[in-house]
């Protein structure tokens, strides 16, 4: 398990929008955002959150039952991406997630099966961070997207815990962390998995866009999914591709090489394997990189958020070099906006981040790439070619 001291999660829960269509003489289908705020959570409940995320990572590797457990985000906070997915005839609100492979109903909106619906007689369970869910696996159709698969495994969550004010998670992640939350079932073929082998998209990519908020604004339609392809509309210049790291435990997940973290002309850190995941909130980092970012930044950790916070703003850059490209975040792309100290129960003049101590033990997951990074960055989870790509977000 990762061993964190820090004591804050950004996780928000997004309000569904109607399914958008294909393009016409497309292969592919882009899906909008919703990102709303309908609890009150501090920063500190927030970290903690993402904390759980990161010691689930970890739990997940090292046996074949650990890695069946699956993980995702909790989702009664203020930073969740959720996109309006059809199951039968039922329209719900799903977590969008990179790090669990799963998909499942239930947990707001209960789900009836109805004409389409076989139930397996099969029992699932998935344990997340900050979270837990348990019933019987059904196939049905769904649809996202305005694409449409059949014989899509769904858990209906009868048991869950953790998931107020969301209906469900569809997972994004490798086909093998669904391993043994089926009972009497290797794997669960993914969504993604499925509009591909049953020729809907020809290619099993995902591009992701996610916005930054507007002000204080805690609803703004500003992210979108693109199933089967890129659009090109949401990111300028050309995507730069890195593979999968085979490196353990990040092979388990959108996992990928970093060469060196930096800050300004300080190198923070050499090369590390760091997990892409659109269902962590803050950027985590391994503590001797985030140490050396508090020394070289004039910051410290503040007590009771558990956040990186300065009397005085940054001036320099933060960085990742990805395969061969710096990946920059400005001072104000990797601090939270004042505007927005209130929906995350920050007071007073101090400056706050987004980025946080992962942890000590790489072996622990350690470096998790998440959505305040992503909001900066079109990025892009390729299957057919296992890969992980990054484009200047528009």
Not at 28 to 36: E, G, L, S, Y
Not at 166 to 189: A, W
Not at 316 to 344: C, D, E, H, M, W
């Amino acid at each position: 398990m990762v061993r964190l001291s820090l004591q804050l999660v950004l996780v928000a829960v997004l309000s569904s929008l109607a399914l958008a269509s294909p393009t016409p003489g497309s292969s592919f289908a882009t899906v909008p955002f919703v990102k709303k705020a309908p609890f009150s959570k501090t920063a500190a409940e927030i970290l903690q959150k993402d904390l759980a995320r990161l010691d689930n990572f970890a739990a997940k590797v090292g046996s074949v039952t650990k890695r069946a457990v699956g993980e995702a985000p909790g989702t009664n906070e203020d930073d969740t991406y959720v996109v309006s997915t059809k199951v039968g005839t039922q329209t719900f609100s799903l977590i969008v997630d990179t790090g669990s492979s799963n998909t499942w109903v239930g947990s707001g909106t209960r789900y009836t099966p109805g004409s389409t619906a076989v139930n397996s007689g099969k029992a699932f369970s998935v344990t997340y961070g900050s979270g837990s869910v348990s019933g019987t696996e059904f196939t049905d159709t769904v649809t996202v997207g305005g694409l449409t698969v059949t014989k899509q495994g769904v858990g209906d969550g009868t048991r869950s815990s953790g998931f107020q004010g969301v209906d469900g998670i569809i997972g994004f992640g490798p086909v093998d962390l669904t391993e043994d939350t089926v009972s009497g079932q290797t794997t669960v073929p993914t969504v993604m998995d499925n509009l591909r082998s049953q020729g809907t998209i020809t290619t099993e990519v995902l591009g992701v866009s996610f916005l930054p908020e507007s002000g204080s604004d805690d609803d703004d339609t500003n992210g979108e999914l693109t199933l089967g392809g890129t659009d090109s509309s949401k990111f300028t210049g050309s995507i730069t591709f890195v593979s999968r790291t085979a490196t353990s435990p990040y092979s388990e997940f959108w996992g990928i090489s970093v060469s060196s973290i930096t800050f300004g002309s300080t190198t923070l850190s050499g090369a590390a394997n760091a997990v892409v995941d659109t269902g962590t909130t803050l950027i985590f980092i391994p503590t001797a990189a985030y140490n050396a970012f508090l020394s070289a930044s004039g910051g410290r950790t503040d007590a009771s958020s558990g956040l990186a916070t300065w009397t005085t703003e940054p001036t320099s850059n933060f960085a990742f070099n990805i395969g061969g490209v710096s990946r920059t975040l400005t001072p104000s792309q990797f601090l939270i906006p004042k505007a927005q100290y209130g929906v995350f129960g920050l007071t007073g003049s101090n400056f706050f981040g987004w980025i946080a101590d992962g942890g000590s033990v790489a072996a622990d997951v350690n470096f998790i790439i998440g959505q305040k990074f992503l909001e900066n960055y079109y990025s892009v989870f390729d299957t057919t070619n296992n890969r992980v790509g990054f484009a200047t977000a528009i």
